[in-house]
C-alpha cells in the first residue's frame, strides 16, 4: 500500500498542524524554543519499519505509546533514541540533573512530551476530518527496537503503518524522534477514506 502523492502532503501539512502547536508547549517545558519538523510519511509493515528503526538507531529504542478509537483507531508512538531520551530528559531538567536522577525522572518528562505531540497530532486529524478520536493515558516502553515496536510481541510484525519521520530543533542542536501510527489495514483504507472525503469537499 502506498499514499500519492496528495495524499503524502495532506498528511504532512496537517501532522505540521499538530506537532506545531505541541512545540509551543514543549518550548515551554524545556525553557527555550523548539521547532518541530515532519519532513518524511510513509505506509510501510511493521517489520519494515523495525529494520529501518534498527539501522538508523540501534538496538535499544523508547517509545510513548497511546492508543485511541475513532474512524481508523490503532495505536500512536512517538519514539526515541536511546540517547535521545536522555537529551530530551536533561533539556527539560535541566543539563546539571545528576545523571542517577535521569530514570527517576524519565518516565514522566518522555511521557509528557510524547503526549503532548501524539494528542496535537490526533487533534489535528479529528479536526481535518470532523471527527472525534479519543486517546487513552500514556506509558512509556523502553527496550529493544522490536520488542518496543511490536508491544513486546502483542502485534503483528505485518500490520501496516503510518509511519512518520521528524526533527527536533533546539537551541543546543539536533534531537531525532519518530512518530509510527499502527494501524491494521482496513483502518488504513478508513485513513485514506477520509482522506478521499476530505479532498472531495474542498474540490467541490
Known amino acids: 500500500m502506498k499514499l500519492t502523492e496528495w495524499q503524502e502532503e495532506l498528511l504532512k501539512e496537517t501532522f505540521n498542524l499538530g506537532v506545531g502547536k505541541a512545540s509551543a508547549s514543549i518550548g515551554e517545558l524545556a525553557g527555550c524554543e523548539v521547532e518541530l519538523t515532519?519532513?518524511?510519511?510513509?505506509?510501510?509493515?511493521?517489520?519494515?519499519?523495525?529494520?529501518?528503526?534498527?539501522?538508523?538507531?540501534?538496538?535499544?529504542?523508547?517509545?510513548?505509546?497511546?492508543?485511541?478509537?475513532?474512524?481508523?483507531?490503532?495505536?500512536?508512538?512517538?519514539?526515541?533514541?536511546?540517547?535521545?531520551s536522555l537529551d530530551l530528559v536533561r533539556l527539560i531538567m535541566g543539563s546539571d540533573t545528576p545523571s542517577e536522577q535521569l530514570s527517576e525522572l524519565e518516565y514522566d518528562a518522555l511521557c509528557e512530551v510524547g503526549n503532548i505531540v501524539l494528542n496535537g497530532c490526533l487533534s489535528s486529524l479529528g479536526g481535518l476530518f470532523e471527527a472525534e478520536i479519543e486517546t487513552e493515558?500514556?506509558?512509556?516502553?523502553?527496550?529493544?527496537?522490536?520488542?518496543?515496536?511490536?508491544?513486546?510481541?502483542?502485534?503483528?510484525?505485518?500490520?501496516?503503518?503510518?509511519?512518520?519521520?521528524?526533527?527536533?530543533?533546539?537551541?543546543?542542536?539536533?534531537?531525532?524522534?519518530?512518530?509510527?501510527?499502527?494501524?491494521?489495514?482496513?483502518?488504513?483504507?478508513?485513513?485514506?477514506?477520509?482522506?478521499?472525503?476530505?479532498?472531495?469537499?474542498?474540490?467541490?
Open 38 to 84: 515532519v519532513p518524511e510519511v510513509q505506509i510501510c509493515q511493521l517489520k519494515t519499519l523495525v529494520n529501518d528503526i534498527s539501522a538508523m538507531e540501534g538496538s535499544s529504542l523508547s517509545a510513548v505509546i497511546q492508543t485511541y478509537s475513532g474512524p481508523f483507531e490503532g495505536t500512536a508512538m512517538m519514539l526515541y533514541s536511546e540517547e535521545a
Open 137 to 204: 493515558l500514556p506509558e512509556l516502553l523502553s527496550g529493544t527496537t522490536k520488542d518496543v515496536l511490536t508491544l513486546e510481541g502483542k502485534l503483528d510484525e505485518g500490520k501496516q503503518v503510518v509511519f512518520l519521520k521528524m526533527g527536533f530543533q533546539v537551541a543546543t542542536g539536533k534531537l531525532q524522534g519518530y512518530l509510527s501510527f499502527i494501524l491494521d489495514t482496513d483502518k488504513i483504507h478508513n485513513l485514506l477514506e477520509c482522506l478521499e472525503n476530505y479532498y472531495r469537499k474542498i474540490s467541490a
